[in-house]
Structures are given as C-alpha cells and as structure tokens.
C-alpha cells in the first residue's frame, strides 16, 4: 500500500509540472493536508465513542450474551474451532463490530483472533509432528510454519466483505462533509455487503468441501 500510495502522489507531482500546474499543486497539498488533519480529529471521537460502546457492552457480558447465540453460525463457519474458546470470543466480537458499522473499533478484536487461530494452528502441527515424529526442526522464532490455516483463511475472508447493518463510519463521513441525508447509504450497504458476505460463505464451504473430498 505504501508504495501503491506513493506513487499515485509521484504520478500527480509530475503530472502537475509537465501541464504547468505546480501552483496548483502546491495548493493542493496545503489545504489537504489540513482537511486530512481535521477529518482524522473528527473521527477519532467517533471511534473513541463506538469502541469504549463496545468496551462496556463486553465487560458487561453482553459480548458474551450475544456470542452465545452465535454458537450455530460459528460451528457453522468454523466447524473444526471449539465455540468455547478465545478465538471463537474474539471471532464473536469481530463480526459484531462489523455488522453495526464500526470497521475501526473491530480492529483490535480482529487482530486478537488472528493471534488466537495462529497459536491453535501451532499447537496443532506441534501435536501432529509429534505424532509422526518427523523430526522437523522450529524456526528461531518457535513458529513452525507461515502457511495459514482453513480458520484464519475463512475468518479474514469473512472479515473482508463483513455484513453491515449501520455503517456508522460512511455515515459520519458523509455527515461530516455536508451529505444532504447521510443515512440514505444504509440501504445500499445492507444490499452490497449481504452478497458480498453471502459469496464469502458459499466461497469458503465450496473450499472446505473440496479439501475433504480430495
């Protein structure tokens, strides 16, 4: 991404003074970077507010309420994950954040559960080379393999369309620059991110059910 976005802002600084535009330019960057600044002061009380909501609804248990519920859509996604265990919670947590809006707040539960699938994929080779006694030594770093497993591969591809019910960052943004009805998104968000959520799903069951019929 960085060089992606480095050389968009190269492509447009060349651009502007081959057409003679370097006043333009210049201006541009000024009063962007500005505007970045206060958008940035903006939505980060947006996203203080719906992550500490978040917070709260976790320390109250009404996570772990709701995660309860998702038992079935859980077995059901991840039908070799036991429901019960840390990653299943912060999967729970992840897709909730999600599903009402708040991508920035579902970051730190997203990352979590990365963290929680890779250590259940290591403990599972580690078990499995101790079956085979295959002799396979560890990296210096004590992880035996960077290749990613059904979970982590389903859960980021879950994580990636992620279902939304109130897009509440598209709305504070259309909000915050002058949208004549900033709620008139959610409608739209709803239909798109359905099926793209729906084609995730169908995806990684085709996937699964093609790994165990081989």
């Known amino acids: 991404m960085a060089y ?19 006043d333009e330019v210049t201006k541009a960057f000024v009063s962007c970077s500005g505007e970045a600044v206060s958008l940035c002061i903006s939505m980060a009380g947006i996203t203080a507010m719906w ?5 709260i609804a976790e320390a109250s248990g009404l996570v772990t309420g709701l995660a309860a519920k998702m038992r079935l ?16 919670h912060y999967i729970c947590l992840n897709f ?8 920035w707040a579902s970051t730190s539960s997203g990352l979590c559960a990365m963290k929680e699938l890779k250590e259940l994929q290591l403990k599972k080779e580690k078990a499995e080379r101790n079956a085979e006694d295959s002799g396979k030594k560890k990296d210096t770093a004590g992880n035996s393999s960077i290749v990613a497993s059904n979970e982590m591969c389903t859960f980021l591809i879950i994580n990636v369309s992620s279902l939304q019910l109130i897009p509440v960052n598209m709305v504070a943004y259309r909000a915050k620059y ?17 099926v793209s959520t729906a084609v995730a799903v169908i995806f990684c069951k085709v996937i699964h059910i093609r790994e165990h019929d081989g």
């Open 4 to 22: 992606l976005w480095g050389g968009m802002l190269l492509i447009g600084i060349m651009y502007g003074v081959l057409v003679g535009n370097v």
């Open 51 to 55: 992550t500490g909501m978040m917070k």
């Open 73 to 88: 859509l859980i077995r059901f996604l991840f039908p070799n994950l036991n429901t019960e265990s840390k990653a299943a």
């Open 96 to 103: 909730l954040s999600n599903v009402l809006g708040l991508s």
């Open 178 to 194: 002058g949208s004549a009805d900033p709620t008139a998104i959610v409608g739209p968000a709803i239909l798109a991110t359905a």
